[in-house]
């Protein structure tokens, strides 16, 4: 297959003198399989110039949208993709649905005639749209895998395998713990990482021939820019070398970097891996970049129809137990925006015995709590025999890994720090209701 970078910028558009190496456009990736079937990853600001280009190509146009998320720098060159007002293209669109709305109503609104002069019903061509969540599924012969991302609204992350060969696509993605590793451990490995989302994300990266990546920030950075949704590029080589990749390309550049800062930080990146002794090729996503990756030929695609499906947007019972009432009342107050139904304990014993009586669909935990703490209500319900193995998450201002591993082991499912960005808290809690098997009750 062939990959070519068509934008490599976050957040805003930044044209000028000073981003021509490295380019200006937002989010756009265009992949190709050998047997010429088109993928597009995001419809950044690039996807105006593909669409010039796929213009000149034998008509009609049939492609694959892949959505990460519906973030400004991830949609809005769809409005000005010149193939959706060609008569007789075809474009499915898979995308998480956003939260309380539909893909399409959420295109639609950033099409709203405020914003720009056409609505979505005046597209000529044929859009199919494919609302997803983690999940796996096949497009011909492509195997395409989701993973939600740690971001402040729902996201995908996509593996794509074809031909032996595979691609993941990770942008926007922030660590789910300050440190991958934890501290004093010489050759770590995968059980040494402290946060089960971390190892999860890496796991999802294994073995992968390229790792597309979001690596906006420097670690110097990130410490001032937490809760923001995006990753320290040294997370990313880290991750990325946890995951055994081949190659990995750093994108979704901060619009406060320019050329020199990125070449200098491109070179930093390769000599750091270097020195750790690893084969990891490392680059900077920039305009016109082309990676080809071989396909060997006859490899038959695994069939992943039979994957369970994710669960779609449903209202939930959520259970939140904190001894701190202005916590509640602030946690109650952003979920309450997704339409749950909110129960609020005290304390520990009063967590439990609400737990038991009302068999909520998932419950956000303090560490610290009168009676019986965090860590005991999680442990006495996960032995509770006949309780349901609903998501359990720690919400706490404790972020010693001694706690954040204790709780895992414990058979908890996520853990939070405070404080948390309110568009993360919901994004964190949506992603456990939409799991497989995570089904909620009507
Ligand atoms: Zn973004
Ligand atoms: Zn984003």
């Keep these: ?35 010429g079937t088109l993928f597009i990853l995001d419809c950044g600001t690039g996807l105006r110039l593909l ?30 993709f010149e193939p959706v007002f060609q008569e007789g293209n075809k474009f499915t669109i898979f995308a998480v649905s956003g939260v309380d709305r539909s893909l399409s109503e959420v295109l639609a609104g950033q099409m709203d005639y405020l ?30 895998r989701t993973q939600f991302l740690n971001h402040t609204v729902l ?36 059980d040494d990482i402290i946060h089960a989302g ?16 979001d690596g906006q920030y420097t670690n110097a950075e990130y410490v001032n820019k937490r809760n923001w949704g995006h990753s320290a590029v040294e997370y990313v080589l880290d991750v990325a070398m946890a995951a055994n990749v081949k190659q990995v390309v750093l994108i979704h550049h901060d619009p406060g970097h320019d050329d020199d800062f990125l070449a200098a930080l491109e070179a930093r990146c390769q000599d750091h891996v270097r020195a750790l002794g690893s ?34 947007y449903r209202p939930a019972r959520i259970l939140v137990a904190d001894d701190d009432p202005g916590l509640v009342h602030f946690i109650k107050a952003v979920l309450s925006k997704d339409k749950y139904d909110i129960l ?18 998932l419950i956000l935990l303090d560490v610290m709590m009168p009676k019986l703490s965090g860590y005991d209500v999680a442990k006495q319900l996960r032995e509770t025999p006949g309780f349901p193995d609903i998501p359990i998450i720690m919400f706490t201002a404790r972020a010693d890994e001694e706690d954040i591993m204790r709780s895992f082991e414990l058979g908890v499912n996520d853990y939070i720090g405070k404080p948390a960005a309110p568009a993360l808290l919901r994004s964190r809690v949506r992603r456990w209701l939409m799991r497989p098997g995570q089904e909620t009750e009507e």
């Design 279 to 312: 084969n990891l090729q490392v680059a900077l996503g920039a305009e016109g970049l082309e990676i080809h990756l071989p396909e060997t030929a006859d490899q038959v695609p695994e069939d992943l129809t039979a994957q369970p499906p994710s669960t779609r």
């Design 51 to 80: 669409g010039q280009r796929l213009q000149q190509e034998p008509q009609p146009i049939v492609g694959n949208i892949l959505l990460s998320h519906t973030h400004w720098d991830h949609t809005q060159g769809f409005a000005f």
């Design 1 to 35: 297959m062939r990959i070519r970078f068509w934008g490599t910028r976050g957040s805003i558009p930044t044209p000028g003198p000073s981003t021509t190496r490295y380019g200006g456009n937002t989010s756009c990736i265009e992949l190709r399989t050998d047997d």
């Design 115 to 144: 914003y720009f002069p056409l609505t979505l019903d005046e597209l000529q061509t044929s859009i199919i749209f494919k609302e997803i969540g983690e999940e796996a599924f096949n497009v011909g012969d492509v195997q395409v």
């Design 198 to 213: 971390d190892r999860r994300h890496v796991e999802f990266l294994a073995g992968a021939d390229l790792v597309i990546h």
């Design 344 to 361: 609020a304990a005290h304390n520990g014993e009063e967590a439990i015995k609400l737990a038991l009586q009302e068999r909520p669909d």
């Design 155 to 190: 996201t995908l992350g996509f593996r794509i395998t074809v031909g032996g060969a595979t691609v993941v696509y990770a942008a926007d993605h922030e660590p789910f713990s300050t440190n991958l590793y934890r501290a004093g451990v010489d050759n770590p490995s995968l």
